[in-house]
């Protein structure tokens, strides 16, 4: 047997030094190692052989295999090289020509604000949460002091799958989620996708982003809620801007303010981009009401929180001067291009 190897390897050298094509490379590879070659078909006598002989013949093999590999690499790249040179040689091959480059893409502009809302965020201490998507309508309504019948759910509303299920129309059921598996303190924020059964126009559209935040603890006030939303509008708009709370309604937080921030283009002068007022709304807030602690289970007598809500399709229109919230979703990449 060893004989037989030996004569193989000899043969197949042979062949491939002569050899001047890649495909011839290739034939040869396939004559000896492939699954019917050569190699392989003296490697099934080995069972045939005795034990003691079958782990020298082995390994012989084995080498063998090994040099005819790196041979053939070797030849074949050695004519690979040969083709490029006579390539150039006869100027077939344009070297001066300017080379493709690679286009190395860009950051979504929401994700490039969701991103400076995360910095700004778990720089004062909070932690990026997930929940998802397909929620319970109890999640998004119930739990959040949203009974079936109030008249509210309709600025909330969704698309329904089978009973009991809806894709969330807010970010704030991971509020309870996160609640419910924990016990404060609780310092969270939510960024993610939500959804609304609105009609698509410049301003609105069925799928936007959301990043909500969640702050519970023993003696949380107002202030707290003040004092954390101040820095996160100076961090993101500018070290000079003013914050306005101005009082609203959300089922799931009592009292519930909207913020505003005097417009980083005008600094409250009055323009387009704050419709002449000199403030733009940026967010909803208020301090978590009661039922929903309850409905987590927790004593609002012992915990209080702060929650928000904001939306960052909004902000980056602001920020960026675009008119129509459907530009980011319609992977136009002339729009794409400018972030
Ligand atoms: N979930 C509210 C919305 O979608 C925003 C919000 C969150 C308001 C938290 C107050 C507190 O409009």
Same mark, same amino acid.
Request: aromatic content about 14%; glycine content about 6%; overall charge negative.
């Given at each position: 047997m060893q004989e037989a190897l030996e004569q193989l390897k000899s043969s197949a050298v042979c062949l491939i030094e002569k050899a001047s094509g890649i495909d011839e490379i290739e034939n040869l590879r396939v004559k000896y190692l492939g699954k019917k070659g050569e190699l392989t078909t003296v490697l099934k006598e080995l069972g045939k052989m005795p034990a003691d002989v079958?782990?020298?013949?082995?390994?012989?093999?084995? +080498?063998?295999?090994?040099q005819l590999t790196e041979l053939m690499d070797g030849k074949k790249s050695e004519i690979e090289t040969k083709k490029l040179e006579d390539e150039i040689i006869n100027q077939s091959l344009d070297i001066t020509l300017p080379g493709k480059a690679p286009s190395p893409g860009r950051i979504h502009p929401?994700?490039?604000?969701?991103?400076?809302?995360?910095?700004? /965020? +778990?720089?004062?201490?909070?932690? =990026? =949460?997930?929940?998802?998507?397909?929620?319970?309508?109890?999640?998004?309504?119930?739990?959040?002091?949203?009974?079936?019948?109030?008249?509210?759910?309709?600025?909330?509303?969704? /698309?329904?799958?089978?009973?009991? !299920?809806?894709l969330r129309s807010h970010t704030s059921p991971v509020q309870v989620r996160v609640m419910k598996d924990r016990k404060p303190p609780i310092k969270i924020i939510v960024p993610g996708k939500t959804y609304r059964r609105d009609t698509v126009d410049a301003t609105h559209h069925w799928m936007f982003h959301q990043v909500e935040g969640l702050l519970v603890?023993?003696? =949380? +006030? /107002?202030?707290? !809620?003040?004092? =954390?939303?101040?820095? #996160?509008?100076?961090?993101? #708009?500018?070290? +000079?801007?003013?914050?306005?709370?101005?009082?609203?309604? #959300?089922? /799931?937080?009592?009292p519930s303010a909207e913020m505003s921030i005097d417009c980083f283009v005008c600094n409250g002068e009055g323009c387009r981009v704050c419709k002449q007022s000199g403030w733009i709304e940026i967010l909803g807030s208020g301090m978590v009401h009661p039922n929903v602690l309850r409905s987590a289970g927790y004593d609002p007598e012992k915990y209080t929180g702060f929650a928000f809500g904001m939306g960052p399709d909004r902000?980056?229109?602001?920020?960026?001067?675009?008119?129509?919230?459907?530009?980011?979703?319609?992977?136009?990449?002339?729009? !794409?291009?400018?972030?």
């Open positions: 079958r782990p020298v013949m082995g390994q012989l093999a084995n +080498t063998i295999k090994n929401i994700t490039q604000i969701l991103g400076e809302i995360r910095d700004i /965020f +778990t720089g004062l201490g909070f932690e =990026v =949460v997930d929940g998802p998507e397909v929620e319970t309508e109890y999640n998004n309504f119930e739990a959040l002091n949203i009974p079936a019948d109030h008249p509210s759910r309709e600025m909330w509303d969704s /698309f329904y799958f089978r009973k009991g !299920l809806l603890d023993e003696k =949380v +006030t /107002f202030a707290d !809620l003040k004092g =954390v939303l101040l820095k #996160f509008a100076r961090q993101m #708009f500018g070290e +000079t801007r003013k914050i306005s709370f101005k009082p609203s309604y #959300f089922p /799931f937080t009592e902000i980056a229109m602001l920020k960026y001067g675009i008119n129509d919230i459907r530009l980011f979703s319609d992977n136009d990449l002339r729009f !794409l291009e400018q972030f």
